[in-house]
């Protein structure tokens, strides 16, 4: 049985990238639901499916900390989802959870995490490394060698340029250009990046 945890809009878009492989989604769960039915799929609570733990299920939730949060919680076998038009070299290391979105492209020997994102058309160039629960959305490009922390949200079109680290739980915003090394829990905006404020643990 395949689960989606989370029955978002985050979570249609990873329904459709399992669709491009021909993978069931079975249910979504949800514990706070809004609607029955979301594309065909049934939306139940956990207390309808009972136990997951021989099941493949995949957190379709966009927010970072509550994917960190209930991946602590749940107790599965954490599947890959990874659009048939995603272009993934063969030499990349990818942990359980991890969603690649339709046109995002990865390049050689890039590690990544588990429960990350890596969104429509963004680009991961070669061997960098990303933690978990990182998201990187949809046309940013991180150029090779790039280090970033847990829990990173890269926003949209922002670029990375090569040989950076990013420390955990930055927060970069749209359209951003790092050219530096950025701190953990900082929030960048702007060209070149600029740290407006710090966020504060678990925020």
């Known amino acids: 049985m395949m689960y989606l945890f989370g029955a978002s809009g985050h979570g249609k878009v990873v329904k459709e990238v399992l ?3 021909n993978v069931k989604v079975d249910a979504f769960i949800d514990d706070k639901p809004l609607k029955k039915e979301q594309l065909g799929v049934s939306v139940v609570s956990s207390s309808q499916i009972g136990s997951i733990i021989n099941d493949q299920v995949i957190i379709s939730i966009g ?3 509550i994917r960190k949060d209930l991946s602590k919680k749940i107790t ?4 890959i989802a990874k659009h048939k038009e995603a272009t993934v070299s ?3 290391e990818i942990k359980g959870g991890t969603v690649i979105m339709a046109g995002a492209v990865i390049n050689a020997e890039t590690k990544i995490g588990k429960h990350c994102i890596i969104n429509s058309n963004a680009v991961v160039e070669h061997d960098c490394i990303l933690g ?3 998201h990187i959305s949809p046309n940013a490009t991180i150029t090779g060698n790039t280090i970033i922390g847990e829990g990173t949200h890269v926003g949209t079109g922002a670029t990375v340029i090569p040989n950076i680290v990013i420390g955990k739980w930055v927060t970069i915003g749209a359209g951003a250009v790092i050219i530096k090394d950025i701190p953990d829990y900082a929030v960048v905006v702007g060209n070149p990046g600029k740290i407006i404020k ?5 925020e």
């Open 198 to 202: 710090y966020k504060k643990e678990n």
């Open 90 to 92: 063969k030499t990349v």
């Open 63 to 65: 927010n970072n900390l």
């Open 19 to 21: 669709d491009s492989k």
């Open 132 to 134: 978990d629960y990182v």
């Open 76 to 79: 599965a076998n954490f599947s």
